[in-house]
């Protein structure tokens, strides 16, 4: 990067100030991942946009690593962010601050400039490609109450509604039963357990269940689609959030399902398929096999969109048409999938008398 290029990046770009965060441990903003060294104190020039930063504690002793914790963050053009290091908690805090104090913050940026990582510019487009539809809108309404994603369940006891137990509710074998602490859950958008609506006849449930465009008229009503398929999918693959891939699944699965709805639909659909394609290539294809069944349910589920789309009365020049056959052309180029075979579960059963 030439002299000019950096000192335009670093007077409009954005700063993330961590004090305190001691060495050894593992720090990453998007796609980039460090190991902070004894004089790190955050990073520098980051482009204006949405963020995840996360970080991993790592003992001095065993090398051994605390489970991930993450954040998204809508970085503003030179906005200066700063938080602090718990050494107890092991977390990064927000800090309260003056307004006097970050303009002494500002006024030596340039001091701090060598304890400053550059942001990884060599992988924002890849970043832009796993984020452009993840809005502050959508972060506001999907982060946990205490802002923190954990790649781990925070489990509380619940409380003992007779008050005979101390610290809270036990079985019947005398353990604490527990829950998980509604703080640090990602607030996902509520998927119906069933794709049809209440008291329905069981001809309009048949219909329902292989359509998924009521639900996701639904769906689309309460929230960003693809925002929240994008949170999903960053929350699992850099945030190692297991919901966030179930969730992910499960979005998937509707966006797939939809038949009768999809002509409606067919800008989002053109943005789904570009989306898909960048995340599919940042995960190994065996994953989506299920180890039960055999069977691949992202193959199923776009073997059924492909065909809904191939089906649509589209009134357009049938660019959604053309985008969905080049992207299941590449798919069975680089994984060999095959989307012309229905899964072996979908053959009819032959009874014999």
């Not at 963020?51 to 053009?77: E, L």
């Not at 200066?80 to 805090?93: A, D, G, P, Q």
């Not at 109450?145 to 007779?162: E, G, H, K, R, Y």
């Not at 190692?240 to 979005?251: A, E, I, K, N, T």
């Amino acid at each position: 990067m030439d002299q000019e290029k950096a000192k335009v990046l670093f007077r409009e770009g954005g700063f993330l100030i961590i004090e305190g965060m001691p060495e050894g441990n593992e720090f990453a903003m998007d796609w980039k991942i460090w190991t902070t060294g004894p004089r790190f104190q955050g990073i520098k020039m980051i482009p204006p946009g949405v963020h995840f930063i996360s970080y991993s504690a790592v003992s001095v002793s065993d090398g051994g690593k605390s489970p991930k914790t993450g954040f998204f963050h809508d970085f503003q053009k030179s906005e200066i962010l700063v938080k602090k290091w718990n050494s107890e908690t092991e977390e990064i805090e927000s800090k309260n601050i003056m307004s006097e104090e970050l303009q002494n913050i500002k006024l030596n940026l340039q001091n701090l400039d060598q304890n400053l990582g550059a942001y990884p510019y060599d992988t924002y487009r890849k970043w832009v490609s796993m984020s452009s539809a993840i809005t502050p809108g959508v972060i506001g309404k999907l982060a946990p109450i205490n802002m923190n994603i954990t790649s781990v369940q925070n489990l509380i006891s619940i409380a003992d509604p007779s008050g005979n137990q101390k610290f809270g509710k036990v079985d019947d074998k005398g353990l604490p039963v527990m829950e998980k602490n509604p703080d640090h859950l990602i607030r996902f958008t509520k998927i119906p357990e069933h794709w049809y609506p209440e008291g329905c006849n069981s001809q309009e449930r048949s219909q329902h269940s292989m359509d998924s465009s009521l639900v996701l008229n639904a769906l689309i009503a309460e929230c960003d689609i693809l925002g929240e398929l994008q949170y999903a999918f960053v929350c699992f693959i850099l945030g190692q959030v297991l919901d966030g891939f179930d969730h992910w699944r499960h979005l998937v699965k509707i966006l797939c399902n939809c038949e009768k709805e999809l002509g409606k639909h067919r800008e989002m659909y053109v943005k789904l398929i570009a989306i898909l394609y960048h995340q599919l290539g940042e995960i190994s294809p065996d994953f989506f096999v299920d180890i039960v069944s055999s069977n691949n349910f992202l193959v199923t589920h776009l073997t059924t969109l492909f065909e809904n789309i191939r089906n649509c009365e589209c009134n357009d020049d049938n660019e959604l048409k053309k985008i969905a056959v080049k992207f299941r052309k590449h798919l069975t180029k680089k994984y060999q999938w095959k989307f012309n075979e229905e899964p072996a579960d979908w053959a009819p059963v032959v009874v014999e008398l």
